[in-house]
């Protein structure tokens, strides 16, 4: 069985709005694919209400610009299975599918500490453990020592290596470096119309030029 779950490839999936994506998400993507050994890490936007995404910003416009920031590295793939919604998804329903067309996979969900804090709020949480490891990143002001983080810690906290010996229930904590980018503090630049962004990448912040996008 060891021998099975060892040969199996290692997906690792990262949500968010991407809105937009921007440099902090690909050094994140980055940071975990080398230190986790992943075979792939798939950016899965996740579907957002019309009240709460950006005016005049589709999913389909997000999901270009994740296709335009990681179309150089090899690695890293568009998930759409969250845009084709017309409602928002729970992650635990959306891992479900995803074991489905992949069952020879083992998934890993990557979250930040912010989430893992609140982690047993999410919807159905014990079963996106039971479909997925979880890979947790830092994030400022957040740590293991609060909220919902320090029991999961205890019952699920394993080493990296478990990522390639079992095939779901475990949390990898990483020690990652802050990955300073804000998509509100982009969006808000963008707004003022300033031009020297470096926290896009440049054919994303081209794209978002060319349509118009986050404009006041």
């Not at 199996?8 to 975990?32: E, K, N």
């Not at 590295?73 to 995803?98: C, V």
């Amino acid at each position: 069985m060891s021998n099975q779950l060892k040969s199996s490839p290692l997906i690792g999936i990262l949500g968010g709005t991407f809105d937009p994506v921007h440099q902090g998400h690909l050094a994140c993507g980055r940071y975990v694919l080398e230190h986790c050994q992943l075979d792939q890490l798939q950016f899965m936007p996740c579907h957002l209400p019309p009240h709460r995404a950006s005016p005049g910003v589709s999913a389909k416009q997000r999901a270009a610009m994740v296709e335009l920031a990681i179309a150089n590295e090899p690695k890293m793939q568009l998930q759409p299975l969250e845009l084709n919604r017309d409602s928002p998804s729970y992650t635990a329903d959306s891992l479900a599918l995803l074991k489905q067309r992949m069952p020879a996979s083992t998934l890993a969900f990557v979250i930040g500490m912010d989430s893992l804090c609140y982690f047993k709020q999410w919807h159905n949480w014990q079963q996106i453990l039971m479909l997925s490891h979880l890979i947790v990143c830092q994030r400022p002001g957040y740590s293991g020592q609060q909220g919902d983080a320090p029991a999961l810690l205890a019952e699920f906290g394993a080493a990296v290596e478990t990522l390639h010996q079992a095939e779901h229930g475990s949390i990898i904590e990483l020690n990652n470096p802050d990955f300073a980018a804000s998509a509100t503090a982009i969006r808000a630049a963008l707004a003022k119309n300033q031009q020297n962004i470096t926290a896009v990448a440049p054919p994303v912040l081209n794209y978002i030029k060319q349509h118009r996008l986050y404009q006041s």
